[in-house]
């Protein structure tokens, strides 16, 4: 496929008006704030270096996603052993109703893939086919796993209503 | 929207408020793409010159630096354990069962450190077939286990296949095929008076944490796999005959590709001679191992009640038989029992049994083989576990690699086994005594050729390449045809050797019927492996030898060197048979490649002509 690269004003413009998003879809993957920084100043510095290899066909937006989760992941990955429970407190709250901390506590729960894609789909509001580019799997799979994670979220929600009175 | 997904949306746009663009810096991203062009990181200025040096000459020099370089990152993923997620429970009890089944297992398996942990890595289904790719670790080796199931009745046996941890360090490839082109089959069609069986192919293996994409070409499409979980699975579902794959690719998240080395019986045939010394420094006379002889309980007890089933006769009745772990902790154990008959049998186990070669014991004493006796066995396709029994004389064991790799080999109670990559071959596996001398030199054995498959095409035209006139008057033809194979396996070549008496025309030998060899026989064979026929006053050596050795030298018994040069990659010499007097004729052949370099020796001062051998036996 024909390789078109990607201009470097374009990855900027996306940098200043996604950071936030970039920064807290990263933090699901390190645990915190400051190695989820560094992961995006990463990844988007590998994005530059690499951006004659973007090929046009998704969007650039999809690329650099799939630039800052990779990222995010090495970092994890060099933090050692990762507990998905550490994730808990980047998503607490303490005026949420307990539905809600039922819910956090799931998403932390997830494995990282379900997450990602939790986090790209429903903070991001990236669609399935950017959600796929992202995370370097095919579009269905992107399906399968969030049907997966609704799937294990009306358990859990549903669950422990059919055992109270 | 579904009310789950909004509800989702709402707790995370609740619990992970956007701040008003603290931390953003545009100018910080840029200044490390500068520095990461330099080799050289802004932000740990205080380390630069020595950091910048290390890395330019990891990136540089190594393989693995090049792979970080190249953003494929390493295998922490597996070797922190965090690859995939926690498997079912049900995959963990069917896995335990499995294992419990297996009386070996049951013996060895409390030796192990813990009960290993699936972890789940890839779980798709196509054309009808359920794959679940599982991972676990045992000791030192990273293991993928692939169940595929064709109907809810239908379960192909598991296929696992294992890496050892030092491959994973050394990270240089950023995928790792575990086994390659394994076959599943999915059914059968009759065609006239025929069964075809209809199958798929699966390619699996380790990734690095940085591999995106892994697309493997065969002769006639690209397959496109699976990467889930610092891993990769490609599905052939509908694999024609011949079928197979040519190349393997891997990607990372930003469209860069490398290719991916990994073993093809088929096109991986190596010219390379295997390194390593090639010459032994002190024959060792008679093979002892001092314990098995004493009965002593080293190792595990195996009950004798479990070869019970397995006894055709009261001469196959087990006497003794322990189980041993030369590395301890690792799945790989190796049993040696002894029977009635006085055999010993040495088997590599690796939760189960993976084939028994036994040799007479006192024979082995008698007439000092080697000090190694040892086998390979296949661990998916690319790799191979070498194991085996090494003489009491042997202090250490080293594995020459084709690469000019060294690597100890671990060796307790006499037993040792050790895993190698297929990609490394040919290998010889050298034993040393005390004193550092070399006392054994072995080559790895073919296992995957099976030249008695392999016909001279329909009809062929016998080329003679030598014809031998030996001192006693009688003569010898080596001709060569083209053979029949599988277009996979084109190539090779079919001989034949027809020694003639002068006196009757009558033709014997191990060359007639014809004995075919297919193209990557050379990749395994010991570089000199001739045969040696003694027919009436005359004594033949001739074979194949590989396309690197330039010319063959015979050292004979009466002190004469006689040089051969092959043809086509085949030798024939004739000298005079075993006398009495003289009952080695040859004593030593030697091979040299076309710089005049020793590449192979075969040593037969222990040499015992067929005929003596059989005489000797039936003495016993």
Same mark, same amino acid.
């Given at each position: 496929m024909r390789k078109t690269g990607a201009r470097l004003e374009e990855i900027e413009q996306l940098y200043r008006t996604r950071y936030q998003h970039f920064v807290q879809v990263a933090r699901a993957v390190v645990g915190d704030e400051a190695t989820a920084h560094d992961a995006v100043q990463d990844g988007f510095s590998q994005a530059i270096r690499k951006r004659g290899s973007y090929r046009a066909d998704g969007p650039l937006e999809a690329w650099l996603w799939r630039a800052v989760v990779n990222a995010a992941v090495s970092f994890r990955r060099r933090k050692g052993t990762f507990d998905p429970f550490e994730v808990a407190p980047a998503l607490a709250s303490d005026d949420r109703p307990a539905a809600d901390e039922e819910i956090r506590a799931w998403i932390a729960a997830l494995p990282e893939r379900q997450r990602l894609a939790v986090f790209l789909r429903y903070y991001a509001d990236l669609d399935y086919r950017a959600i796929a580019t992202a995370l370097g799997v095919e579009t269905g799979t992107v399906s399968a796993t969030l049907n997966a994670a609704h799937e294990a979220l009306r358990r859990s929600i549903t669950e422990p209503e059919e055992v109270s009175p | 929207m579904t009310g789950y997904e909004e509800t989702i949306r709402s707790v995370l746009a609740g619990t992970v408020p956007l701040p008003a =663009?603290? =931390? &953003?810096?545009w100018g910080d991203v840029l200044s490390r793409t500068a520095a990461s062009k330099r080799t050289v990181h802004t932000r740990r200025l205080v380390y630069a010159v020595s950091l910048a040096a290390a890395i330019a000459v990891v990136l540089a020099v190594t393989p693995l630096g090049a792979m970080i370089a190249r953003g494929f990152g390493d295998f922490s993923g597996w070797l922190s354990g965090s690859a995939g997620h926690p498997a079912s429970s049900t995959a963990q009890r069917a896995f335990a069962q499995e294992k419990r089944r297996s009386w070996v297992y049951r013996l060895s398996w409390p030796r192990f450190p813990k009960t290993p942990t699936l972890r789940s890595l890839i779980t798709v289904t196509r054309v009808g077939v359920h794959y679940e790719l599982v991972g676990y670790r045992v000791g030192d080796s990273f293991c993928l286990r692939l169940v595929a199931s064709v109907a809810a009745t239908s379960t192909h046996s598991p296929d696992t296949s294992c890496a050892p941890r030092s491959d994973l360090v050394a990270g240089t490839t950023p995928v790792l095929p575990l086994n390659v082109d394994a076959p599943i089959p999915v059914g059968s069609e009759r065609r006239w008076r025929y069964v075809f069986v209809k199958g798929a192919s699966v390619t699996f293996g380790i990734t690095s944490d940085g591999v995106a994409a892994v697309h493997a070409r065969t002769q006639s499409r690209v397959l496109n796999g699976i990467v889930e979980s610092d891993s990769f699975l490609i599905i052939n579902p509908r694999a024609a005959a011949g079928e197979r794959i040519r190349s393997i690719t891997a990607g990372d998240a930003f469209g860069d590709e490398v290719a991916i080395p990994f073993f093809d019986p088929v096109s991986h045939w190596k010219t390379r001679p295997p390194k390593g010394p090639s010459r032994v420094e002190r024959p060792v006379e008679h093979v002892r191992i001092g314990w098995i002889a004493r009965r002593e309980p080293r190792g595990v007890a195996v009950p004798l009640s479990r070869f019970r089933y397995r006894q055709q006769s009261l001469r196959d009745r087990k006497t003794f038989a322990r189980l041993l772990t030369p590395v301890q902790g690792g799945p790989e154990q190796v049993m040696v029992t002894l029977n009635r008959g006085g055999d010993l049998c040495v088997s590599l186990v690796l939760s189960r049994n993976l084939g028994t070669g036994c040799t007479p014991f006192k024979l082995l004493s008698a007439h000092s083989p080697g000090p190694l006796q040892w086998g390979e066995s296949s661990d998916g396709s690319q790799y191979a576990t070498i194991s085996g029994l090494a003489d009491d004389d042997v202090a250490r064991i080293t594995l020459f690699l084709g690469t000019g790799e060294r690597v100890a080999v671990p060796l307790k109670d006499n037993a040792f086994v050790i895993k190698a990559s297929r990609m490394k071959f040919p290998v010889r596996v050298v034993a040393y005594d005390r004193d550092g001398r070399v006392i054994g030199i072995d080559a790895m054995a073919d296992l995957?050729? &099976?030249?008695?498959?392999i016909k001279p095409v329909k009809g062929a035209t016998w080329r003679p390449l030598f014809h031998v006139r030996s001192p006693a008057g009688e003569t010898s033809t080596l001709s060569v045809a083209r053979s029949s194979v599988a277009r996979s396996t084109a190539g090779g070549l079919c001989w034949r050797v027809t020694p003639v008496r002068p006196t009757t025309p009558f033709v014997l030998g191990h060359g007639s019927p014809p004995f075919c060899l297919d193209r990557y026989w050379y990749a395994y064979q010991p570089p000199i492996s001739l045969l040696l026929d003694v027919v009436g006053k005359s004594t033949f050596v001739y074979g194949p030898v590989p396309p690197y050795i330039a010319r063959v030298a015979f050292h004979l018994a009466n002190g004469k060197i006689v040089s051969a040069t092959p043809r086509r990659g085949y030798v024939l010499m004739a000298t005079v048979a075993p006398t009495k007097a003289q009952p080695r004729p040859v004593r030593m052949i030697v091979g040299f490649d076309k710089n005049g370099k020793e590449v192979g020796t075969e040593d037969l001062r222990e040499w015992v002509s067929p005929d003596v051998l059989a005489r000797q036996m039936r003495a016993k």
């Open positions: - | =663009g603290a =931390g &953003r810096d995957r050729s &099976r030249p008695e498959n």
